[in-house]
């Protein structure tokens, strides 16, 4: 919801709204552009709500404009069925048809991380050397079979590596396509 960053007399969302998405959703969420109210009665809700502030008046000279239409948040806009990624650092709207490939990007940077962290710990490689787009065949190899037989990876075992050896062999539309992550 865009409540154009409105915290006092813009409370969108409190312990009642909070309730019904969690009800009609069960693992929905909410983001809004402006202000909460009852963040005690919406901290004990098993639902996820991202806002800028919160204040105890009701909401107050606000008109809808839309429902279930496009939502500036911030400096993004967030389409009617885009999914929504929140950590503590931000959020992300993702179209709906770009997230198959997004999850298996993000994974296989975790496995990346998994084995890069465990090769820093050991000295073999430098932050440099795992902080590279691209890297040598030999690495790949040693980071599929980190995989294959590290216990905190069993999850990751399934992804395909294919792309990355082949950017590792000099392929470069391989080497293209893993820059391209890179250069948005």
């Not at 409105?6 to 809004?32: D, S």
């Not at 389409?79 to 993702?94: A, C, K, Q």
């Amino acid at each position: 919801a865009d409540m154009f960053d409105k915290v006092w007399n813009g409370t969108f969302v409190g312990g009642n709204l909070t309730t019904a998405i969690n009800v009609r959703t069960r693992t929905g969420g909410a983001v809004i552009w402006g202000g909460v109210r009852d963040i005690e009665q919406m901290q004990k809700i098993d639902t996820q709500v991202y806002y800028r502030g919160t204040d105890p008046t009701p909401i107050r000279e606000c008109l809808m404009t839309s429902y279930n239409g496009p939502a500036k948040i911030g400096k993004a806009v967030c389409m009617p069925g885009d999914i929504v990624m929140g950590t503590t650092s931000g959020i992300l709207f993702i179209p709906a048809y770009l997230v198959e490939e997004l999850v298996n990007s993000a994974e296989k940077s975790h496995a990346k991380d998994i084995f890069g962290f465990a090769m820093l710990e050991q000295g073999t490689y430098s932050a440099a050397e795992i902080d590279s787009t691209v890297w040598p065949e030999e690495m790949v190899d040693k980071m599929i079979d980190f995989i294959e037989h590290d216990s905190s990876c069993e999850k990751y075992r399934g992804l395909d590596w294919s792309l990355e050896i082949n950017a590792a062999r000099g392929d470069q539309e391989a080497v293209d396509e893993l820059m391209k992550g890179y250069l948005v």
